[in-house]
Every structure is written in C-alpha cells, then in structure tokens.
C-alpha cells in the first residue's frame, strides 16, 4: 500500500479526506501510522513518526493522537501546550438537527485530530461555494490535536424543561455546581449546552479546529464563549520538566498522571454502575476561568508567595523537604496553604486530573492584567471531588487573596468513539 492509500485507509467514515496541502512526505508517514500512535486512550507515550530517507527531518509535533479509542483523547493524554476552549449552546429544538450536527462534527474531528482537512478540503470544492475547510491550518502538522466533547447540564433540561428527550438521561452526577464563597461568575463566561475541548502544541492548530466546528454547527449551535490558554499549568506526564503557572510556581507537581491507570480507573473514569451506562468510560469536567490578581501577587514577599502554597518557589519541594518530587510533609505547612489544604491526605484520599492553561485576554481596563489561570479538572464524580475540594479551599485557602474565580462550567464527557462510522454523543442519544 502506498502512502496515500495507506493515509486515506485510516481516515474517518469512507477516508476521502486529503492531507493538509504543504506537508511533508515524511510527516504523511508519520501521522498515517493508526499503528504506531499513542495508545486508543491516548496513554503513554506519543508516537514515533515513521522515517523516510527522501524526506527532511520531522519535528516532534508531527506527531497524531489516535481519535478512535476506549475514553476520549485529551484527558489523561500528555499536556499539549496550547488550548482553544469553546461552550456552545444548541439553539435548535430539531433533535434530528442535533445528531446530524454531531454526526459532521465527529468526521471532522477524526480527519483535523489526523492533519486531514475537513471534508472537501480548503481548496478543489466548487468555486461557487464556501470550501469545506476553513484553510489556516494548511501546511501545519497534526500538533498532537485532540478534540474532547462534553455535554452541558442545560442540554438535557433547561428552567425545568426537558430538553432533546433527554431529561432522564441526564447524571446525577452533573450537578448544577453550587455557588462558592467568592464566587464572581460572568454568566458570558459561565455555563453551555455543549463543550469542546482543543488541545495542541500550535495555537493556529487548536483555533482552526474550534472554527471549523463552529462553522460546520451554524444554525445549529452558536458559541456562548471560548476562552484561549498556553503555557499548559499542569502535567500529566511526571517525568517531564513540571510547567509554571503566572505565579512562577511549578504547577503539576502532583497530579494524576495519564500512565496511572489505577488512578485514572480510581478517580477519572466513570466504571459500569456509577450513573448512567451511556457515560461509563467518560469523565466529568469542571472548568473554571481563574482570575489572578497578578499586581497585587507581584508585590507580595517571596516568603508570602511561598506561604501560599507551603512550597518553595524556585524548586517546587514541600516545605521541609529539599526537591520537588519529596513526599510532602503536611504538618510542616502553613494550615491554610494550598497545597495543604488540597493533598489527598486532607481530603481522605480526593485527586482529580488537573489540565489547566495559563490565560492573558489583555488589560481590565483598570490598568490590570486580565490574567489567570483556566482551570480544568476531570473526574469520576463531581460530587465527590471538585465540589467537596472547592468548597474547602474557597473558605480557607491563602490563595484567595489573590485569585477570583469569574466563570464556571460543568461538562458530561462521553466515552470515546471507539471506530469509524460511530458518532460523538451516540452512547447518549443512540
Ligand atoms: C489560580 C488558581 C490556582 C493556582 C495558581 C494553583 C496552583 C497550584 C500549585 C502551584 C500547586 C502545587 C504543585 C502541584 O502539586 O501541582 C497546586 C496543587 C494542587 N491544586 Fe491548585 N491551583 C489553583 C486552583 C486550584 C483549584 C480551584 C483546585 C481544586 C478545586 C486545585 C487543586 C489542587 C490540587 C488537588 C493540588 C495537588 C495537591 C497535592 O496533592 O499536593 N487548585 N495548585
């Protein structure tokens, strides 16, 4: 099999989309490689691209997430460094609209998340009609793309109406978060029928991704808001040199990581029995937009910033310890310091999977930095994790001196789709 035929062989749904024009022979190779890539749940570790002696060196994001899979990619898979989020809402009451919508999005993903254009392509359609892809990510690597979909509680009912049918569909364990002391939430920032989660090494990679879908939705969906992030906040991969967040502190440190699949089985991934079936193998995600006030932090003593957290700023180690990774000793923190207060051992054994991106939309107006973090965690239970957590850290932790948190949303994420030809939201609506 040629490389063409061998690339079209793993594309979605029948395989007519091309490769993204600009490409290298090699980097094709590379991403063709359903063989070589990261395992279906996107653990472990990334695939290796394929060499090919006519062809000039390929960078490492040259590298595709497997779409296909037992859980969706883009959560225990390791950080990309860029992040375009986006909150629909559905603005049709056409059941049949919906699932043909999500039915597109699906192929689309499966060929973007592949360095494939969408459907016809960006160029070779009718000149007289707009082409299937928008045309910006041409010539740029797959970027590790992943795209992860959630479903909001409005989607199953909205001001205690049922909404597509599917009211007694919805889990218990999406809950309407509770108001949290300190709460500022921006309802334009806040909530979503539909959630999309973009995650790549190239910022064009993620946007492209957000906008195709987008597109593909119109009349179906409009954005309610999108939020970008970099410098990825967390890590799931703990080998890997643990990113800082705006504070300068190193952030990830502990986390669960996307190789633990104890943990994620312990604390991620809904098992048979927890809710509904449809959800078994899926996660719950919380996302918060985090706002720092960076002036006030930057005026703080070393001392306090490091108080906040009961680490050491430039090593990260706990205090009392002398490095990073050593076992923290709580006691030896100040009681109201984040990650005292945060630890599993204060909190019978809770750990969520942190995959938060670092944000900076401008200025406030006020001469401040619109700054913060972008907080994302996902989980096996919302009541029993971020709830619970939040609502400890929102009334005692020392960081709330200099944070604010002004958008909240709460997401249902599906099983992954496991082949070509099912769809995004199947288990929920088949
Ligand atoms: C702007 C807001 C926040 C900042 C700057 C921040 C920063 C940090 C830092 C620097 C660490 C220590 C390094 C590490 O182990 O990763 C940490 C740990 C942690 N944070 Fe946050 N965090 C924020 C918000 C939150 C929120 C909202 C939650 C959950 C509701 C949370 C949960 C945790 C947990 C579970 C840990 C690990 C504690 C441990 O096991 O040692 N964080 N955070």
């Known amino acids: 099999m040629d490389v063409e035929n061998e690339q079209q062989a793993v594309s979605a749904d ?23 890539a990261i395992g279906a749940a996107g653990v472990g570790t990334v695939a290796a691209a394929t060499m090919a002696d006519d062809a000039p060196a390929a960078a490492p994001q040259n590298l595709d997430v497997p779409f296909y899979g037992e859980h969706q990619s883009g959560i225990s898979t390791p950080v990309q460094d860029r992040l375009h989020f986006a909150a629909f809402d559905v603005i049709t009451e056409d059941r049949d609209a919906l699932i043909k919508m999500l039915k597109e999005w ?9 360095g494939r254009e969408v459907g016809g392509g960006a160029v070779g359609v009718v000149p007289q009609s707009p082409p299937d892809d928008t045309g910006e990510a041409l ?30 569909k919805r889990p218990e364990a999406l809950v309407d978060l509770p108001k949290f002391k300190g709460d500022r939430l921006e309802a334009n920032r806040s909530g979503g029928d539909i959630c999309i989660q973009a995650c790549a090494d190239d910022p064009q990679v993620a946007v492209h991704a957000i906008r195709n879908l987008a597109r593909i939705g119109m009349g179906v969906v409009n954005v309610r808001w999108s939020q970008l992030g970099f410098g990825k906040t967390s890590s799931t991969t703990p080998d890997s040199q643990t990113p800082r967040n705006l504070m300068g502190f190193k952030d ?8 633990d699949a104890d943990s994620l089985a312990r604390h991620v991934w809904a098992a048979p029995g927890d809710g509904p079936d449809w959800m078994t193998g899926g996660s719950y995600l919380v996302a918060r937009r985090i706002r720092m006030t960076i002036e006030t932090w930057d005026r703080a003593s070393l001392q306090d910033q490091e108080d906040t957290f009961g680490r050491t700023k430039i090593e990260g180690a706990p205090y009392g310890k002398q490095k990073e990774r050593d076992a923290p000793d709580l006691s030896a923190m100040p009681a109201d310091s984040h990650v005292r207060l ?6 019978n054994g809770l750990m969520i999977l942190r995959r938060g991106y670092s944000f900076t939309d401008g200025t406030d107006g006020l001469g ?53 030809g099912e769809w995004w939201g199947q288990t929920l609506f088949g």
Do not use: M
């Open 14 to 36: 029948g395989g007519a989309e091309k490769p993204r024009a600009g490409l290298s022979r090699r980097a094709v190779i590379g991403w063709a490689g359903a063989g070589v």
């Open 106 to 114: 699906t192929k689309a993903a499966a060929s973007i998340t592949g």
């Open 342 to 347: 945060a630890h599993p051992d204060s909190n």
């Open 252 to 259: 990830g440190t502990h986390n669960i990581a996307g190789t």
């Open 139 to 168: 010539g740029l690597p797959a970027s590790r793309l992943t795209l992860t979909i959630g479903f909001g509680p409005t989607l199953f009912e909205k001001d205690g109406k049922d909404r597509f049918g599917l009211k007694a």
């Open 368 to 420: 401040r930095l619109d700054a913060g973090l972008f907080f994302l965690a996902y989980q096996r239970d919302t009541r029993k994790a971020f709830v619970p957590l939040q609502t400890k850290l929102a009334a005692n932790d020392k960081l709330n001196e200099y944070i604010t948190h002004v958008g909240s949303a709460h997401f249902a994420c599906p099983p992954g789709v496991r082949k070509p």
